[in-house]
Structures are given as structure tokens and as C-alpha cells.
């Protein structure tokens, strides 16, 4: 069983459209990070949220936390071909090191 | 601030042959970290390096293994490469409290 869920798996829009892409787990966490990955590139950290509720925005992106620190969410507001990507989140998890999601692939079609 | 540095990028090996991979982290920052990245199992945690100690294990056999420096540069060995050796090999820069991973750009490893 993995730590953390993400949907949907994958995801194709066209330019324009709005989305929003969750991660889920069955365990509380102190902190949560959301991440984008390009092909052939390293994930690239977007956002760590902290506190239950929380909700941080990024130009178009915005992240909420859940009130119970257990789920986060990803909404993007008029997508543009250049958030194509596979978004991961993850948790920091003593032990474990930082622990990823499955990630959301996202194609934002011109 | 530079960001984290991999080298190489790119690299072919024969099956049965061993490789050492090197990741310059982000100045000041003591957490070296280790991943996987395969198409079929995604982001797999193989090792962590603190303060040039082995703070936390993936599981993964032992023909994986690493070390970091005093200067917080690390490098990642494989023995006796196998072909599902074959990923993205990353290495993420942290302060080692939890509050995000910086990473390089990979080393894409193929083994044939």
C-alpha cells in the first residue's frame, strides 16, 4: 500500500481549461510538498504547506492542505502548454526520507 | 546559489560492470539524498547521507551504495549492473529537517 495516492493518473486538457489534481493518504503529516517534473529533468519543488488548510497560491497554481493534514490539492487556472508535466507530491517521512506520490502526468494541448 | 549538481548525465554500461555516480548538493545544505526514478515504480528512496553518515536506507540490495564527503558531496555506487539497473538516477539536496528536496537534473543510467 502506498503512502500516498494521486489523481487522476493522468490528464489531458486542452490550453485554457482549469484542473485540479489530488493527493491523498490515510496518515497525518506535518507538512506536505507538491512537485513538477519535466522529461529527462529532476522535480522541481513548487510549494511545502504547513498548517491545516492552508492554501497557497503560485501565479495560476494554487495548493490547499487539508484541514486534517491527510490530502492536498493542486488547482491550475487556465493552463498553458508550458505545466505539462508529471506533478508529484510528497511527505517527509522520519525513516523513510521524503516519501512520493505516483504523480499526475499532465498534457496541456495547444 | 548554485543548484544541485550531477554528473554524469547521460551514461551506457554493460551489464556486470559497476558505476559510480557524483552529486554536488546545494551550498550549506548537509542531506544528500538518493532516488530511484523508474517508468513502472516511480520515485524510489534509495539512501540518505547526513554529515557524511548514512542516516536512512531504501530497500534496495546491496550492490547500491554511497558516501559523502566532508564538503557534503556524495557519490552513489552500483556493483555488477543488472539491466533493470536501467533509470533516472537522482540525487535531492536538503536541509534534512523536512522543509522540501532540491534536485539535480539526473544521471540517466542504461544498462545493456
Known amino acids: 500500500t502506498q503512502l500516498l495516492e494521486q489523481s487522476p493518473q493522468f490528464l489531458s486538457i486542452q490550453e485554457g481549461e482549469n484542473l485540479t489534481v489530488y493527493c491523498n493518504s490515510s496518515?497525518?503529516?506535518?507538512?506536505l510538498q507538491w512537485y513538477r517534473q519535466e522529461p529527462g529533468e529532476g522535480p522541481v519543488l513548487l510549494v511545502t504547506?504547513?498548517?491545516?488548510?492552508e492554501v497557497k497560491k503560485l501565479k495560476r497554481l494554487t495548493f490547499q492542505f487539508g484541514d486534517a493534514r491527510k490530502d492536498s490539492s493542486l488547482h491550475i487556472t487556465a493552463a498553458q502548454p508550458g505545466d505539462t508535466g508529471l506533478y508529484l507530491c510528497?511527505?517527509?517521512?522520519?525513516?523513510?526520507?521524503?516519501?512520493f506520490g505516483p504523480g499526475t502526468r499532465l498534457s496541456v494541448l495547444p | 546559489k548554485a543548484g544541485v549538481t550531477q554528473t554524469p548525465r547521460y551514461l551506457i554500461k554493460t551489464r556486470g560492470q559497476q558505476v559510480t555516480l557524483s552529486c554536488s548538493p546545494i551550498?550549506?545544505?548537509?542531506?544528500v539524498s538518493w532516488y530511484q526514478q523508474t517508468p513502472g515504480q516511480g520515485l524510489q528512496f534509495l539512501f540518505e547521507?547526513?554529515?557524511?553518515?548514512?542516516?536512512n536506507k531504501g530497500n534496495f540490495p546491496g550492490r547500491f551504495s554511497g558516501r559523502q564527503f566532508s564538503n557534503s558531496r556524495s557519490e552513489m555506487n552500483v556493483s555488477t549492473l543488472e539491466l533493470g539497473d536501467s533509470a533516472l538516477y537522482l540525487c535531492?539536496?536538503?536541509?534534512?529537517?523536512?522543509?522540501?528536496?532540491?534536485f539535480g537534473q539526473g544521471t540517466r543510467l542504461t544498462v545493456v
Open positions: 535531492a539536496s536538503s536541509l534534512g529537517t523536512g522543509g522540501g528536496a532540491f
Open positions: 504547506v504547513v498548517t491545516g488548510g
Open positions: 551550498s550549506g545544505h548537509r542531506s
Open positions: 547521507y547526513f554529515s557524511e553518515t548514512q542516516r
Open positions: 496518515s497525518v503529516f506535518s507538512s
Open positions: 510528497a511527505v517527509y517521512n522520519y525513516g523513510q526520507n521524503f516519501v
